[in-house]
């Protein structure tokens, strides 16, 4: 059964920084593409970043220079380094695994989902 796990949420002010962690089980880590969406309250979920097997990054243009994803192969691990933070990020964090095909950036192109973890950013 596989199994995303998100952590690192929290509350900061503007122009501060967050790192989240997605722990992966139940499938063969480093074998799928993976990514990080986001969802704010009365609005759809939307892509913020995606990385391939290869280690290959898409961004959203909100996020470009601001957050950079990473993983771990070793440790089961996606990371989401968010700096410079503002105010219209706060939303609902969550990571995804397996794409399926298609726009990225689209909530059914994914397979698994984790649970959320929340940022709030305060001006």
């Known amino acids: 059964q596989v199994q995303l796990v998100e952590s690192g949420g929290g509350s900061v002010q503007a122009g501060g920084s967050l790192r989240l962690s997605c722990v992966a089980s139940?499938?063969?880590?480093?074998?799928?593409?993976m990514a990080w969406f986001r969802q704010a309250p009365g609005k759809e979920r939307e892509g913020v970043a995606r990385?391939?097997?290869?280690?290959?990054?898409l961004y959203a243009d909100s996020v470009k220079d601001r957050f950079t994803t990473s993983k771990d192969n070793a440790k089961n691990t996606l990371y989401l380094q968010m700096n410079t933070l503002k105010p219209e990020d706060t939303a609902m964090y969550y990571c995804?695994?397996?794409?399926?095909?298609?726009?990225?950036?689209?909530?059914?192109?994914?397979?698994?989902w984790g649970q959320g973890t929340q940022v709030t950013v305060s001006s």
């Open positions: 995804a695994a397996d794409w399926r095909g298609g726009t990225w950036s689209t909530r059914g192109a994914w397979i698994y």
């Open positions: 139940g499938y063969t880590y480093g074998s799928v593409s």
């Open positions: 990385i391939d097997i290869n280690g290959r990054t």
